[in-house]
C-alpha cells in the first residue's frame, strides 16, 4: 500500500522530531555551548529535511500518470487526512496535494461520492493556504458545479460535503467583490432551501450552513471601509440577510449555532446603511460593543476589541466627523485600543489574535502615526518569528556595512533618495540617511507573517503552491501600511521592491516599477538579502553552508541584470568584504546567542 511505499508513518514522525528540535532547549552557559548545541539541531533538520523530500518523492508518479489502487487510495485518504483536520494543522500543504491526486483518481473511476468528497478537501486545504495572501489557483469548490445534478445519488455525509462546498464558493470573492458575493452567497441560500424541502433529515445540519452563508454575505458591510459604493438594493438585501441570521440564532440558540456580537453589529451596520438609524446612533453602538476591560484577555474579547474600535473608528472618519462631541473620544479610544495591544501582544502567541491586530492597523492606520505603530508591527510580523526575525537583524547589518562605504565613496549614487536629497544633503545628511536603511531593512519582510501561517515547509522543500503564497509577501507587506500617510516612502519601496532585479526585468511581485527615487537603497537591501540567505548555517537547515566567496562569484555573474554594479563591486573591497565574512560567520554566531540564548533573553 502507499503507507509502506509513502512511508507516512515515518513522515509523520519526523515532522513531530522536527517540532520538538524547533521547541529545544537552548539555555546555554556560554557562546560556544550555544552554538554547539545550535549547529547539532541544524544538522538533525537537515537529515529530517533530506529524508522527507526522498519520502515525498515517491508522490511524483501519482502527480503525474499512475492510477492508484483501491488500497493504496484508502491508505493515501487517511494519510491526508491526518495531516488536516478541523482543529490541527500537521502539513496542510501536503495534505492539498494529497486530496489533488486523490481527486484526479476519484474521477477516474467516476466514483461520484468520492469526488464530492476529494473537491471538499482539496477546496479547504487550498483555501487555508491561500486566502491571507490570496494565492487561489485552482479554486476548487467551483469544481463542485459539475456534481449537482448527482446530488440524490450521494451517501449523507457526502451531500453535507457538496453543500459545504458549494456554499464556500463564496468564500473566494468575500471584502474583494460586492456583486460576486451576494450572487454566489443567495444562489447557496436557495439550492439550501430547496434541500430543505426534499431532504427533510438534511434539516438540522443545514441550519448553521445558512448561519455561515449569511456571515459571509454579510462581509459584504466591509467595502464600506474601503469606500466603494454599493447599491440601495443591495443594502436592503444584506439588511434582510442580517434580520435572518438574527433569527436562525435566536431560533437554534439550544444548540451549537453560536450568537454573538457580529450577529447585532451586522444588523445595526445594514440599518444605518439602509438610512433607519443616525449616525450618532450607530456611533453609539459601536462604542458600547467595543469597550476596553484589560482584565479580560480571551480570544473572543480581543478579537471584539480590535474589530469594533476599528469600525468605531474608520466610521467616524468617513460619516461622522461633523458631529464634534465624538473627535475626542475618537482620539481616547484609539490611544487605549494601543495600549491595550502593548499590553497583551507579549503575553498572547495566538495567530488569530495577532491578525486581529493587524486587521485593526490595516483598517485604521490612516488615523494613527506611524511610529506609534512601528514597535507594534515589528514585535508581531518580525520578532514572533525566529527565523525572520534572525535574518532580518543580519540584513541589517550587512546592509550598515555596504551602505556606510558607499556614502563615503560613492555618495552621488544617492542622488534623490529620501526627499529628493542633493549630494550635499546627502553627505550632511548620513547618520538620517543610515537610519533610513535601518527602517528599510527591519520593514522589508514584514509581508511573510502573512504568507507563512499554514506553511509549515522547515522540515521538507516548498511546494510550487507554497513558492507562489511566499512571492507575495512583498505585497502583503506593502498592502498592511500603505495608506498611512505617515509611514516614510523609503520604508515601503522597500518591502514592495526587495525581490525585483535591478534591471526590472525578472523577480516579484511581477511589476515593472518605473523610476522611484529610494531604488539606490533598495539596491543595496537585495544584495544584503541574498548574502544573508544564502550564508546562514544555523538558522536554514535547506542547503548546505556556501562560503562567501562563492556568494560573490554569483553576485557578480548577475551584476547588471539581478543585482546593482555598484553595490557588487563594494565585495570587491578586501576591507568590506572582510567585515561582511565575519559578520555572516563569527557575528553571526555572536548574533544567534544574543538574540536566541533564554539566558540572555531572560535577561
Not at 548545541?37 to 519520502?55: C, Q, V, W
Not at 439550544?254 to 450618532?280: E, R, V
Not at 516579484?508 to 548574502?531: G, H, M, R
Amino acid at each position: 500500500g502507499v503507507r509502506d511505499m509513502f512511508e507516512f508513518d515515518r513522515y509523520t514522525e519526523n515532522l513531530k522530531k522536527h517540532a520538538e528540535l524547533e521547541n529545544k532547549s537552548l539555555n546555554s552557559a556560554s557562546q560556544t555551548e550555544f552554538i554547539d548545541k545550535l549547529k547539532y539541531i541544524s544538522e538533525e533538520k537537515r537529515k529530517i529535511y533530506l529524508e522527507n523530500n526522498r519520502i515525498l518523492n515517491a508522490l511524483t508518479p501519482y502527480e503525474e500518470n499512475q492510477w492508484l489502487t483501491p488500497a493504496e487510495y484508502e491508505e493515501m485518504l487517511a494519510g491526508a487526512l491526518q495531516l488536516y483536520d478541523a482543529f490541527q494543522f500537521k502539513d496542510i500543504s501536503i495534505a492539498h496535494k494529497l486530496h489533488k491526486i486523490l481527486l484526479k483518481n476519484a474521477v477516474h473511476e467516476k466514483n461520484i461520492n468520492k469526488i464530492v468528497r476529494e473537491i471538499y478537501y482539496a477546496g479547504i486545504t487550498e483555501f487555508y493556504l491561500c486566502k491571507t495572501a490570496y494565492a487561489f489557483k485552482d479554486f476548487f469548490f467551483f469544481k463542485i458545479d459539475g456534481t449537482l445534478d448527482k446530488f440524490n445519488e450521494l451517501g449523507f455525509e457526502e451531500k453535507q460535503l457538496f453543500l459545504r462546498a458549494y456554499g464556500n464558493r463564496i468564500l473566494y470573492f468575500t471584502n474583494i467583490d460586492v456583486d460576486k458575493t451576494l450572487s454566489y452567497g443567495l444562489e447557496a441560500i436557495r439550492l439550501f432551501q430547496q434541500v430543505e424541502k426534499d431532504y427533510p433529515e438534511l434539516y438540522e445540519v443545514l441550519q448553521p450552513m445558512k448561519l455561515s452563508i449569511y456571515r459571509n454575505i454579510l462581509t459584504c458591510l466591509s467595502v464600506f471601509r474601503n469606500r466603494k459604493q454599493v447599491s440601495k438594493e443591495q443594502i436592503d438585501i444584506l439588511l434582510d440577510i442580517a434580520n435572518k441570521a438574527l433569527e436562525i440564532a435566536r431560533y437554534n440558540s439550544h444548540t451549537s449555532i453560536p450568537f454573538d456580537s457580529s450577529l447585532n453589529y451586522n444588523l445595526h451596520a445594514c440599518q444605518f446603511h439602509a438610512h433607519k438609524i443616525s449616525i450618532k446612533e450607530f456611533l453609539d453602538f459601536l462604542d458600547e460593543l467595543s469597550t476596553i476591560n484589560e482584565n479580560e484577555t480571551t480570544r473572543e474579547n480581543i478579537q471584539r476589541i480590535f474589530r469594533y474600535t476599528g469600525n468605531f473608528i474608520d466610521y467616524y472618519y468617513l460619516y461622522g466627523t461633523d458631529l464634534p462631541d465624538y473627535q475626542e473620544k475618537v482620539k481616547q479610544k484609539t490611544q487605549r485600543v494601543l495600549n491595550y495591544i502593548r499590553q497583551i501582544k507579549n503575553q498572547q502567541d495566538d495567530v488569530v489574535l495577532d491578525n486581529s491586530i493587524l486587521a485593526f492597523i490595516k483598517g485604521t492606520g490612516y488615523t494613527i502615526p506611524f511610529e506609534a505603530l512601528r514597535s507594534i508591527i515589528l514585535d508581531i510580523t518580525i520578532f514572533r518569528h525566529r527565523a525572520t526575525f534572525l535574518h532580518t537583524k543580519m540584513v541589517l547589518e550587512i546592509c550598515d556595512i555596504l551602505l556606510r562605504e558607499m556614502l563615503d565613496a560613492s555618495p552621488e549614487y544617492f542622488i534623490g533618495i529620501i526627499n529628493d536629497f542633493s549630494q550635499d544633503m546627502i553627505i550632511k545628511n548620513k547618520s538620517f540617511i543610515l537610519e533610513a536603511m535601518r527602517d528599510m531593512a527591519l520593514f522589508h519582510d514584514i509581508g511573510k507573517h502573512e504568507c507563512i501561517q499554514h506553511i509549515k515547509n522547515a522540515s521538507r522543500r516548498l511546494t510550487d503552491l507554497e513558492f507562489e503564497i511566499i512571492k507575495k509577501h512583498p505585497v502583503s507587506g506593502y498592502n498592511l501600511l500603505k495608506d498611512n500617510p505617515t509611514c516614510p516612502q523609503w520604508v515601503l519601496d522597500g518591502i514592495l521592491y526587495h525581490h525585483i532585479f535591478y534591471n526590472g526585468e525578472k523577480g516579484y511581485p511581477q511589476i515593472k516599477p518605473s523610476y522611484y527615487n529610494n531604488k539606490p537603497l533598495v539596491d543595496i537591501l537585495t544584495v544584503a538579502d541574498s548574502i544573508d540567505a544564502a550564508t546562514d548555517y544555523l538558522g536554514r537547515c535547506y542547503a548546505p553552508k556556501k562560503e562567501l566567496s562563492v556568494i560573490v562569484e554569483e553576485l557578480k555573474s548577475e551584476s547588471g541584470t539581478r543585482y546593482a554594479p555598484l553595490v557588487v563591486q563594494q565585495l570587491e573591497k578586501q576591507e568590506i568584504y572582510d567585515k561582511i565574512k565575519e559578520l555572516v560567520n563569527e557575528g553571526r554566531e555572536k548574533l544567534y546567542f544574543e538574540s536566541i540564548c533564554e539566558k540572555n533573553f531572560k535577561q
